[in-house]
């Protein structure tokens, strides 16, 4: 890890397609010891499902579209300028029940899920239907014990 400032223009760093959609790294472990952040665009449709950290910190601010959030129970309707922090032990799901994608800004404590992005990815290219003990096996590595699917339209 450096100790030195990031400064990421747009089109500059690392970037994955995740359903489809651009999620851009913007923090990692590379870069600071205490978070990871991302500019995440959520397709039309998708869920991460609910899910719960027993570790990990995470926010959520929304920058463009609608997204339907469950928290502890709630149900959110996230617009643009809508934040969410959630602590661990919080059970949540991240959801884009819109028919456009919608944009947030993703931070996760402790840094390093990107990691989990990225192998995700390599999972879900392996083509065919999704690997669900594939992505159960990974979701679980990196701290994720999944409460309900992940669905995409």
Not at 60 to 71: I, N
Not at 102 to 124: C, D, K, N, Q, W
Not at 137 to 145: C, F, G, M, N
Request: glycine share 10%.
């Amino acid at each position: 890890m450096s100790a030195k400032a990031v400064i990421r223009m747009p089109g500059e760093g690392r970037e994955l397609s995740l359903a489809g959609k651009p999620m851009a790294f913007l923090v990692t472990g590379e870069d600071s010891k205490h978070t990871s952040m991302f500019d995440w665009t959520l397709p039309a449709g998708f869920s991460t499902g609910l899910h719960v950290h027993r570790v990990q910190e995470e926010t959520f601010y929304v920058l463009e579209g609608e997204c339907e959030w469950t928290v502890d129970g709630n149900k959110i309707q996230a617009k643009p300028g809508t934040y969410l922090f959630l602590p661990p032990g919080v059970p949540h799901n991240i959801a884009n029940a819109s028919d456009r994608p919608a944009r947030v800004i993703m931070t996760v404590s402790p840094p390093g899920h990107e990691h989990y992005f990225e192998e995700l990815v390599e999972v879900a290219s392996r083509g065919g239907p999704p690997d669900a003990q594939a992505i159960g096996d990974l979701r679980r590595r990196y701290d994720t014990e999944q409460l309900s699917a992940l669905t995409t339209k």
